[in-house]
């Protein structure tokens, strides 16, 4: 019955969890914001409003329910950017600790419907990641001081999701895993490398195999300390927060490694956080009721529940246990995570460029993904360059182009201005005639070539796509793309 009562040596730790995860939203609401226009309003790349029309004839009223979004009621450009604008009003008020079960239900409201029809640019785990902590901790912030039953719900979610990304390494069958050899690879293949990843990078192969081998320590062994007493949870956070400082140092992952860290303050004793909360000034409230915390605890053997199966699911999942939890993700209120199961060797790009006369063509740059040899590897965390990452992804099979790379071509050639937002240099002051698709296969320079031309990259062509000009009518929001020479296929060639 004490694992269902509040705690009140817990106080300060709910109080500082909650205005975190407050700046967590706040982080992706501002990220969010500023690539609205250029990825999901009507002259983006993948309009939610033509997402959605579609789907409000075929589907009806039972639409909502299978996609739960507050852009069945508006999907204009104002609605959009309204939503996206007080997602992060309410996360600002979250940080400054007014009304934190309000906000935290507007926050998980606002981000979900973003979410649900956002498809390629919203598809990563982070996403999911704060959309499930968020859900929780909607409850979470209900009962104060938090009972013990409920920071359990958090240690055995953190558990979870720490140990998912080194079981799904193991599981893929991967060798460079198996034969530690994968971080020969993972700077330089990483969706969107930094500079300290090209120093990384140089390191020798004794030293990436070691950084293999720590990497299952961090993932596998030491989430084992989150389970045991207070002193050694303490050490497994200790040991989590500086693993993922490296991954901070090295990579841009947005707000992921953020949330990470905000996830395992629930597993810090109350007692380690005395000298904070003494120098803040901070004092505890009134309790809540015993009864609220009862009802609250109860709905945390849920959580825990679910939590549970997604565990034994890493293992073993009968088909029910698959559909059920599929249920859950649909909200999504339960997901499974694993990170980087099979590692990518080889780095390709798309490179597009535009002509006026088919002869003489200029590289378009974007902000964060690799393009220009001479430019440095930039640090973008934890903004979240959606359109740059997504990039990484197409590129990993360019024999087949995805559709919002073709609307992207199309937008570019169109010069809409809220596309070209997203990207670093256009170098035209208006719309070439023509564009091109070119694919390059890029690897880290090394220290000598480095010194020798300035260049952090060194790249091949491999293939490329026909030139494309558009049709019927340039600017038109009825415009297509038409490849020049028609008797050419889609599909690159060299």
Request: glycine share 6%; aromatic share 14%.
């Amino acid at each position: 019955m004490e694992l269902l009562l509040p705690a009140p040596d817990l106080w300060f730790n709910q109080w500082l969890f909650l205005r975190l995860l407050g700046l967590v939203y706040l982080i992706a609401f501002s990220s969010l914001l500023c690539q609205l226009p250029g990825l999901y309003a009507r002259r983006g790349l993948l309009p939610i409003a033509d997402c959605l029309q579609p789907l409000r004839v075929r589907l009806g009223a039972r639409g909502f329910w299978l996609l739960p979004s507050l852009f069945w009621f508006g999907s204009s450009d104002r609605w959009l950017q309204g939503t996206a604008w007080a997602g992060l009003v309410c996360a600002l008020l979250l940080v400054l600790g007014l009304w934190p079960p309000l906000m935290l239900a507007l926050l998980w409201a606002a981000y979900l419907s973003f979410v649900v029809v956002g498809r390629d640019f919203l598809s990563f785990q982070w996403d999911t990641l704060l959309l499930e902590t968020g859900f929780i901790s909607i409850f979470y912030a209900l009962v104060t001081p938090p009972t013990p039953l409920m920071l359990a719900v958090y240690w055995c979610f953190v558990f979870r999701f720490m140990i998912s990304a080194g079981v799904v390494k193991l599981s893929s069958g991967d060798p460079n895993w198996r034969q530690l050899r994968a971080l020969d690879y993972h700077y330089q293949t990483q969706p969107l490398p930094n500079r300290f990843g090209w120093y990384a990078h140089q390191l020798p192969h004794w030293v990436q195999s070691i950084s293999t081998l720590s990497t299952f320590f961090f993932e596998l062994l030491v989430p084992l300390l989150f389970l045991l007493t207070a002193p050694l949870r303490l050490l497994g956070v200790l040991l989590s927060v500086a693993f993922q400082a490296l991954i901070m140092l090295s990579g841009n992952y947005g707000f992921f490694n953020l949330l990470t860290l905000v996830l395992l303050l629930p597993l810090v004793d109350g007692r380690y956080l005395g000298p904070l909360q003494q120098w803040l000034g901070w004092l505890p409230g009134p309790p809540d009721a015993a009864s609220a915390a009862l009802a609250v605890s109860l709905l945390f053997l849920v959580f825990l529940l679910l939590n549970l199966l997604q565990l034994v699911g890493l293992f073993y999942a009968p088909a029910r246990d698959n559909r059920f939890m599929a249920l859950m993700s649909r909200a999504p209120i339960s997901n499974a995570y694993g990170l980087f199961a099979a590692m990518t060797t080889r780095r390709l790009e798309l490179v597009f460029e535009g002509s006026n006369d088919l002869e003489q063509w200029q590289a378009y740059e974007f902000r964060w993904k690799p393009g220009a040899c001479e430019r440095a590897p930039r640090q973008a965390a934890p903004h979240m360059p959606r359109l740059d990452w997504q990039l990484w992804f197409a590129a990993l099979h360019p024999e087949r182009l995805e559709p919002w790379v073709l609307t992207l071509m199309l937008r570019l050639l169109q010069g809409e201005p809220a596309v070209q937002r997203l990207l670093h240099r256009v170098p035209f002051e208006r719309p070439p005639r023509y564009l091109r698709l070119l694919i390059y296969s890029y690897r880290f320079s090394n220290r000598s070539e480095k010194r020798t031309n300035g260049r952090w990259w060194h790249r091949t062509l491999i293939g490329q796509y026909p030139p494309v000009k558009l049709l019927p009518r340039e600017g038109s929001s009825a415009a297509r793309l038409k490849f020049v020479d028609e008797k050419q296929s889609a599909s690159p060639r060299g």
